[in-house]
C-alpha cells in the first residue's frame, strides 16, 4: 500500500515539474514578448500540469486563449 502512495506522488511531482518546465519554455522561448498569451508559474498551473500533465499545461493556455475572444 505505502509504494502505491510513494508512486502516485512521484508520478505527480514529476508531472509538475515537467509541466512547470514547459510553461516556462513557451513563456520565455516560443512566444513573443509583447504577447498576452503568457500562463503565470503560480501554485494553480503548479497542480493543473501535476493532475493533468502536458494536457493540464494545453488547457491553460486554452483558457488564454478564450479569455481574449
Given at each position: ?55 493540464g499545461v494545453c488547457?491553460?493556455y486554452g483558457i ?6
Amino acid at each position: 500500500m505505502e509504494s502505491k502512495w510513494v508512486t502516485v506522488i512521484t508520478n505527480f511531482i514529476l508531472r509538475a515539474i515537467l509541466g512547470m518546465g514547459l510553461i516556462f519554455f513557451i513563456n520565455n522561448y516560443v512566444l513573443p514578448d509583447d504577447n498576452t498569451l503568457k500562463v503565470g508559474l503560480n501554485a494553480v498551473s503548479f497542480l493543473t500540469s501535476g493532475t493533468l500533465g502536458i494536457p493540464g499545461v494545453c488547457l491553460l493556455y486554452g483558457i488564454l486563449m478564450y479569455q481574449i475572444l
